[in-house]
């Protein structure tokens, strides 16, 4: 029924084309060709695909301790799927949250299952960039990843309270600085001890480790993420 009711507002478009798949389809069958899901190796503390297939974690898990468990990805950052999230997140394609959401269920949802995840909690917006934007592009795909995999979605939960410079357009140690106290809970949630963060894109793991680090403090015990994309790793 939700699919159903925001399918009346935005169409199912494919995520690749942009045209109008078949019937029934979410995906034109030429773009599912053109598609590359995350296979291994991945690093298995973020999940960043691996050259190396003898190694464990990337460079970057190495280096630092991240405040989440683990992390999964959908897609690696390129191709194709660069732009269609470029349109999903800037270009008010909201309809394609679906597809993101039921290929991840698919993909992930047994890793999800083993995790114990309890809730999902969708990476926040602050409300001056909500505004201007329109929607929050990770809230659009925790709904649907709810709905796929039968849990609860804590869209209230986590707020962005401090109006951050875009990760992108900064150094991995200012992006560190830039999420400091950025994110705090609305309540206490008793009943929920392990949470599911998910966001569009993951690169350092600044603002993952940002949110978990909010989420821990008010007594979840486990943080694990799920992203549409990823960065690469070493």
Known sequence: MFRDFLSLLYPLRC?????????GESICPECEKKLVFMTEPFCMKCGKPLDDGRAEFCYD???KKHVFESGRALFVYQGVIRDSLYRFKYQNKREYAYFYAQRTAGLYEGWIMRMGIEAIVPIPLHKRRKRERGYNQAGLYARYLGKELGLPVEENLLVRVRHTTPQKELSENERKNNLKK???????????KKILLVD???TTGSTMDAAAEALKSIGIQKVCFVCISIGRGL
């Open 182 to 192: 950025a994110f705090k809970c609305q309540r206490n949630v008793v009943q929920f």
């Open 15 to 23: 995520p690749i084309c942009d045209g109008i798949p078949e019937f």
């Open 200 to 202: 569009d894109i993951y």
């Open 61 to 63: 898990c190495t280096m």
